[in-house]
């Protein structure tokens, strides 16, 4: 006489063939949604962004780049600042804030490129974003609300072709080609993006020298010596100004714009050298009135005569 187990389901008595598959991924639950972000970090200023979001506490120099809403910025700092981490932090935010944007960030290398957008992409996970990139380019950054960050070296044929360049980012401006500086300024002219040079000095030339020393109004300007950065010691800048040299530490961590050390004339000395009360030997006879002495061969003793300034 057979047996019969009751309470079995009518599925379990069935041919082990006859029995419906069931795959891996059934058994996985869907994945939750990702909360929608889209305007949450509009109610937080750079500031706030970066304390509540990011963890990162700016110093009272790093505040007033991140609140600056100028469309022309330029920082001129000591080494060690912390530029390219302020920076990044603000670029963020305008990519959080402002969807689909374009955020372009030029160094003279492409070490310089990468470490950039790393320091981006850490900042990233904090915000519990995925870290990836936009798939076109091998340095870049792209958000869930489409904007995207974009780094570059100082290559003219792989700059060429970006447009409606939101924020664009000159980290060690210093070291950038002229020539470069100007193939990238068109691109924000269209969608009226900002521009913002970092950089600490490197001598007396270079477009951001001359920017720096312009009296254009439309450039907003922030210097940070060494000695208003809390994080770098007073006792290792006098041993760097030990180690450097005065001429050197001035430019490396005064924020200094120092000319060339292989000139032979030095050029603070050659300024202080010029005149401008006195006027030039073609000042002298071009003025009005002037008559050319009779005697080719006469001589004038420069002193006794009193030229118009």
Not at 92 to 106: A, G, K, N, R, Y
Request: proline share 10%; aromatic share 8%; net charge neutral.
């Amino acid at each position: 006489m057979t047996r019969t187990r009751k309470n079995i389901p009518p599925l379990a008595n069935q041919p082990l063939a006859n029995q419906p598959k069931v795959s891996r991924e059934s058994c996985v639950p869907p994945p939750e949604p990702s909360p929608d972000l889209s305007g949450i970090f509009d109610n937080f200023n750079p500031v706030a962004f970066a304390q509540a979001l990011l963890g990162f506490n700016p110093d009272p120099p790093q505040t007033r780049i991140l609140l600056d809403t100028a469309e022309c910025g330029i920082l001129n700092c000591t080494r060690q600042f912390g530029k390219s981490t302020v920076c990044s932090v603000k670029a963020l935010h305008h990519m959080e804030t402002h969807p689909d944007s374009l955020v372009l960030v030029i160094t003279p290398s492409d070490r310089q490129s990468r470490e950039f957008v790393r320091k981006t992409a850490r900042f990233v996970r904090k915000l519990g974003h995925p870290v990836r990139g936009d798939g076109d380019n091998p340095v870049s950054l792209q958000l869930p609300n489409g904007s995207r960050m974009v780094g570059l070296p100082c290559n003219e044929s792989t700059i060429r072709g970006f447009s409606e360049v939101s924020l664009l980012l000159v980290d060690e401006a210093a070291q950038v080609p002229d020539e470069l500086y100007l193939t990238v300024r068109p691109m924000v002219a269209v969608s009226k993006g900002t521009i913002w040079l970092m950089s600490t000095p490197k001598g007396r030339r270079g477009f951001f020298y001359n920017t720096w020393i312009s009296d254009d109004p439309d450039w907003t300007r922030i210097a940070v010596p060494a000695t208003e950065c809390p994080r770098i010691p007073a006792k290792f800048l006098k041993q760097e100004e030990r180690i450097h040299g005065a001429r050197s530490f001035r430019q490396e961590y005064l924020c200094e714009f120092v000319g060339d050390n292989q000139a032979i004339f030095d050029e603070d000395l050659v300024r202080s050298l010029i005149r401008s009360d006195v006027p030039s030997y073609s000042q002298r006879f071009q003025r009005p009135g002037y008559q050319p002495p009779q005697n080719p061969w006469q001589v004038y003793d420069w002193r006794e005569i009193k030229w118009p300034i």
